[in-house]
């Protein structure tokens, strides 16, 4: 597109309004924000006689590992690593601390999330000031990645009920139940220090922690999790209490017992024998 024609696609997509004077300043903020985008990100950073083969070979690599983003951020994504050679969609991902991101499926916490990270992000990355918009894009775009099934999960089954929980709530809402309890119980694996009292108990390895004093241990080598006990297992009572409270998550603190449990014991550790009971006096 020429300048003028992105400058409208621009406008009309954030439903500017030019003759709005209350507007004025911010107005102009966002359109000389729009010629930054277009001659820095849009066009091609590199002209031809700068290229060479390896680096093209590098370009068409980092496109091929985020393949699956849209076309319009991937780009983007590629333009920033061919002009500063970051992996951005890393990079802006580390920026996203929000327990509940993959729970996200309105515009407006897409939005919120990206008025919080957008100061951080150009605070570290000057080359992103006037990117906000793009910002928000790799957001929504990033929770869409993120809630792909991959390809060893597509035969996971824990209940008819549940199953199909997951699978509508998946296709009406863009939110994957199921990813979100297999990164809750990784984390929480990773943590030791928030498991509550009565559920951790000394590893084989903690009492021997001299013969390794060479190596360091992580904390999650030092202690087990009790995922037997009867009640808030893996932090459960506060984790749903503080949830986004959406039609596909009310009424359903069970229902993410069982999926956290299962992406525990088939994930984090193996014991096909307690989860057949658990299925049996639970489900």
């Excluded at 307690?274 to 049996?280: P, Q, R």
Aim: aromatic fraction near 20%; include cysteine; charge should be negative.
């Amino acid at each position: 597109m020429r300048l003028e024609e992105y400058i409208f696609k621009r406008k009309k997509e954030d439903g500017i309004n030019e003759y709005d004077l209350d507007k004025r300043q911010e107005n102009t903020r966002i359109c000389v924000n729009y010629i930054f985008e277009y001659f820095n990100n849009y066009l091609e950073t590199k002209p031809a006689d700068e290229k060479t083969v390896l680096h093209g070979q590098k370009i068409e690599k980092y496109r091929n590992i985020i393949r699956d983003y849209d076309t319009e951020v991937r780009d983007w994504l590629v333009s920033l690593y061919a002009s500063y050679g970051k992996y951005m969609h890393k990079n802006l991902m580390n920026f996203i601390v929000n327990d509940y991101f993959l729970l996200y499926d309105s515009e407006a916490e897409f939005r919120s999330l990206s008025y919080e990270i957008y100061p951080k992000a150009v605070k570290s990355f000057k080359f992103l000031e006037g990117q906000s918009e793009m910002i928000y894009l790799f957001i929504k775009d990033a929770h869409k990645v993120k809630s792909l099934f991959a390809p060893y999960e597509q035969g996971f089954f824990i209940s008819e009920g549940i199953n199909e929980w997951i699978n509508d709530t998946y296709k009406k809402y863009g939110v994957n139940v199921y990813n979100f309890c297999y990164e809750w119980a990784h984390y929480f694996y990773e943590y030791p220090d928030i498991w509550p009292k009565g559920h951790k108990q000394k590893s084989e390895y903690y009492d021997k922690r001299a013969e390794y004093k060479n190596i360091k241990l992580s904390d999650s080598i030092l202690w087990d999790y009790d995922y037997k006990q009867k009640s808030n297992l893996f932090g459960l009572d506060s984790l749903y209490r503080n949830m986004p409270k959406k039609i596909f998550t009310r009424g359903k603190k069970q229902e993410f017992e069982a999926v956290i449990l299962y992406c525990w014991l088939h994930g984090v550790t193996s014991d096909d024998e307690y989860w057949d009971s658990y299925v049996e006096n639970v489900l």
